[in-house]
């Protein structure tokens, strides 16, 4: 290595979602700076990898002005990495079903660079500065527009035999088969941030009183999750007989990862649980009666402590943890032009 | 190590099951000989550990005999072993809630020792010798009076936070919650061999026409889950109907262990996979409209190679991979008495 005596090492994390990319920089010791966000561009395929690649060019530029250097990349994709060829799956950015994510960034910015899946990003976020630190059995479960698991045993990520694990929005919990469960899974369907806005719309249309009607100035297909969450807030019955549902279902599903997996904890992430208040202690109180008791007994269920940088915090950690080695050591240079 | 040069090397391995124990010797490449079989003492507690010591003297007079040596013992009980204390907690086997098994034996045999659950040590066994020889995640799904998991991920046991992973007889399959499943889960309450027998009585009850009363001699309580199995065979359709519901069960929680971890292989095993000719096909068929389709599409479903003998193959490896260290080099010899 040609590291400088003195020099400031630091890492770059880049979180990319469905809608927006973040990037930031990370010190050894966890210490995150220069946080920015960026709206994913829809065009999606080239033109996000441009994205990230910005995003990278500055904060390599910034570590420089700080008198550090960047030394390697986490980042973080919305989907499957497959981590043998650096090819991402990432149906909700256009062009990225088997996207050579790797290649495309190396190319430009020659850092070593490690690729992630959100879900595990998540649950190694939380591990090393988040709600988890210090646990080596834990499940991170993201529920927003979908539903996904990240999953650490043993204090090792679980990525399966095809880099596919924690597919969770899959998980059979209604032996009563519904023909939406053929697209996204039946937890999924019946528990997702969406699932919650689609349930309350069906409800709707029932005629029963709600608040909800006025909070959407009477357009039921405007209703989100946002909308029933916040009228179970101010205590209205059809959204609060709406959540019961998820709530239910979401109960059945951690109490399946935790018969099946014995950790010692899952943290609560993702969109939906941005109504903690509202969703946490219900489902502390409904796993239990479905759950393998002694397993029970002992798991604790938390919410996300790092929230939306839980992304970030886990692609640092990784590549901080595992530098990739390059073929040549090389160093990026800020931009001239 | 004192080894002799020449000297052949035995392992020892003990399967302690609800209502049997067997013993056998192993060559560190996996051949077995000498197998024995003894029904478990109904008394329980010191009776039952005092089988386990006889029969493992035995087998080290059998490998004195056959001019070795047993260097190491792998023993596996129907429940949970506690890793760091020797401690096992086997319910079906009377005074076994928290039994110190590993001092017993050791004080007795002064031999090393490595204890294991039943399902860990399946899936051992058949990735050492059996149907998923030399795959790395594997799942290993024993159907029985009861139901649970062995898991191995990246060719680690995965055994949980308190050593009691693989718990998925209590998965939650049905949001419909009936008061039994307070007793042994959902799972195992909807799919295990009892339930069969269980729903096939009830079924009984509506006076429809089946071979099953015949084969009872007309007392519908003596119907087991064989019965049913048999009557299935004879294309009998109340049968038929019984298993139907069992299948979807099966399908279900063996989708919903592809969609979280994604193995390579799921071995089915356990007392009603004996039914392998009427089951198989149909749970293969059936877990692919419940699965994450990605990981559907890899995994294979397999019928356990080394059925019966699985356990004994597990405790084997294991005594082979791990041995424990005793303090001292010490050698169980033949007794005199």
């Known amino acids: 290595m040609s590291k400088q005596r003195g020099e400031k090492q630091f890492c770059g994390a880049i979180d990319i979602g469905g809608t927006k990319i973040s990037a930031a920089l990370f010190t ?27 995003l990278i060019q500055d904060l390599v530029s910034r570590s420089s002005e700080e008198g550090g250097r960047l030394s390697a990349l986490g980042i973080c994709v919305p989907g499957v990495v497959y981590h043998d060829s650096g090819v991402v799956w990432a149906p909700n950015i256009a062009g990225w079903r088997h996207y050579h994510l790797r ?41 927003g527009t979908g539903i996904g698991a990240g999953l650490m045993i ?14 969770v929005g899959w998980f059979a919990l209604n032996p009563d088969y519904k023909p939406e469960y053929a697209e996204m899974g039946c937890f999924e369907s019946e528990a997702s941030g969406n699932s919650v806005a689609r349930r309350a719309m069906a409800m ?31 205590k209205d019955l059809l959204a609060r007989r709406t959540i019961e549902v998820t709530i239910q279902y979401l109960a059945m599903g951690i109490a399946n990862l935790i018969s099946l997996l014995n950790p ?47 992304g970030l915090y886990g692609a640092a950690k990784l590549a901080w943890e595992h530098p990739p080695v390059l073929k040549e050591e090389m160093r990026c240079r800020p931009r001239n032009t």
Chains 1, 2 share one sequence.
């Open 28 to 54: 050894p010791d966890g210490t995150m700076s220069g946080k920015r966000k960026v709206p994913v561009d829809k065009e999606g395929g080239e033109k996000v990898a441009g994205q990230a690649v910005e």
């Open 103 to 143: 290649s495309k960034i190396q190319e430009k910015t020659k850092l070593p660079l490690l690729l992630e899946s959100d879900r595990s990003a998540y649950v190694i976020g939380e591990q090393w500065r988040g709600i988890a630190e210090g646990l080596k059995n834990i499940i991170f479960l993201a529920v």
């Open 154 to 167: 043993d204090g090792r990520i679980c990525r399966g035999s095809e880099d596919i694990a924690g597919a």
């Open 204 to 234: 709707l249309k029932s005629g029963e009183p709600s608040l909800m009607r006025r909070m959407v100035g009477g357009k039921n297909s405007n209703v989100t999750a946002q909308t029933v969450i916040e009228a179970a807030r101010r």
């Open 264 to 310: 010692e904890m899952i943290v609560l992430g993702g969109g939906l649980f941005q109504a903690g208040d509202i969703l946490l202690e219900p489902v502390r109180a409904g796993f239990r009666k479905w759950a393998q008791p002694l397993a029970a007994e002992t798991v604790r269920i938390e919410l996300s402590r790092l929230g939306e940088d839980a």
